[in-house]
């Protein structure tokens, strides 16, 4: 037993080796004062100053904010109300619906980004912050409704039954009873939404259009004819905010367990 427990350690710093070294390296390359980040010489800080000085690294981050913070919001109130419908109803059409967010969940971004580009197109809408907001919102639900459902397995509606028979209305109910019990789930929803949506490149890149990119897509762009050391400096900061994020939300999902 305790050679398989040792085993099973061993293999789990291996994995987690392999997956932040690159970040690891890439943190140290931020702070290396040589352009390409081949070989170390010295420590600076000129390619973070860098990125606060150059205007379209802020247009676009201010683009992915907007899409981030839209999206989410949008997000909450769809994937909320689509998780209290499945799982409150249980009829055979919020069974079909329960399905569709399941498959939307395992749906490659690549298709999903091809797919939304020939239907815009199809519309005649033209392509911007709305088509990237639209795209966003559409894979984000999935998540949110996810995460909600996950607070609903201990939701006891017999409180709604109780509120009921005490003459309180819908409105009432969802103001003073749904509201308050689920909200952890449904900004722990949220909080994943905006992180998802502000990481987003494959999809993104299909939906954009001129005008509208956004930072993964700029860095992209970055990547091929500018400074890659910038590009590390943009991907530490989007990694410790992402990093904040995710610790949240896993504080807030957490506390359905209490």
Known sequence: MKYKSRFSKYVTWLVLFFFYLPMVVMTINSFNNSKYGITWKGFTLQWYIDMFNNPKILFTLMNSLIIGVTAMLVSMILGSLAAFCIHYYRTRLQLFHNNLILIQLGVP????????????????????????????????????TMVVLARLQNFDFSILEAAKDLGASWPV????????LLSPGIIAGGLLAFTLSIDDFVITFFVTGPGSTTLPVYIYSMMK?????????????IFIATFILVFFTQKLTDTKKK
């Open 109 to 144: 971004d690549i298709l999903m980004g091809m797919s939304l580009l020939l239907f815009f197109i199809s519309i005649h809408l033209k392509l911007g912050l709305l088509t990237i907001f639209f795209a966003h919102v559409t894979f984000c639900i999935s998540y949110v």
């Open 173 to 180: 109910i969802i103001r003073k009873i749904i509201l308050p």
């Open 225 to 237: 004819h500018g400074n890659p050391t910038v590009v590390n400096a943009i991907s530490v900061f």
